[in-house]
């Protein structure tokens, strides 16, 4: 019997500590389980391309000379006003296409006021690498332009090359600096006549 009772009052004595307890519990009020919030990273913001169709304007600086004969003069500097359309494609960073450039200017040779160098037309090959807004690149290929006296005009033609800058401004307006250099001949009364032909250029460009 006395272990009947001890076992009587344990078991009492241990519903008595739920109570206790329980009670102890819903006066502090209900237990409220929070779900740990979680951190979504922001997507990154998508890199700006620059495939497609282009076309833009220019404002250049024009010098250069006759480099074949030598010792004939240079040519007076001149501002040249121009316009080009192009197309790019691009994979990765790679940035490459083809680009039709015309800058006209009308300028003589230093001490031969009735000789004239008249405007340039070029089809460039172009590459480059984009730094997302910011492009650099280079262009090689064929230029054409005028050289005369007296009304007589001869057409010469030659290779271009050079390097450029492009940055964009908005999703589709960019900026650039370009250098670019013509050396560009013609047979004039049977005398090969070959010009340098150098521009400075500012371009604002419009991307479809």
């Not at 819903?26 to 919030?37: Q, W």
């Not at 997507?43 to 004969?69: E, F, I, K, N």
């Amino acid at each position: 019997m006395t272990a009947i009772r001890k076992l009587i009052l344990g078991s009492a004595a241990s519903v008595t500590a739920l109570g206790f307890a329980a009670g102890a519990a819903l006066a502090s009020g209900p237990v409220v389980y929070n779900e740990p919030e979680v951190m979504v990273a922001p997507m990154p913001a998508p890199a700006l391309s620059w495939a497609g169709l282009y076309g833009g304007l220019s404002y250049s600086r024009v010098s250069g000379g006759v480099t074949d004969p030598a010792g004939l003069p240079d040519l007076e500097s001149d501002n040249g006003f121009g316009a080009f359309v192009g197309y790019n494609w691009q994979r990765g960073g790679f940035v490459f296409g083809g680009e039709l450039n015309y800058t006209n200017f009308d300028t003589s040779f230093v001490g031969f006021p009735g000789t004239y160098q008249r405007d340039s037309l070029d089809l460039r090959a172009r590459a480059g690498y984009a730094f997302n807004r910011v492009m650099v690149y280079g262009f090689v290929g064929a230029a054409r332009s005028t050289i005369g006296s007296g009304g007589t005009d001869f057409t010469q033609t030659g290779p271009v090359y050079g390097l450029g800058v492009e940055a964009m401004v908005t999703s589709n307006m960019s900026v650039g600096l370009e250098f670019a250099r013509r050396n560009v001949d013609a047979d004039v009364l049977g005398t090969t006549v070959e010009s340098e032909l150098d521009t400075v250029s500012l371009r604002a460009a419009y991307h479809f």
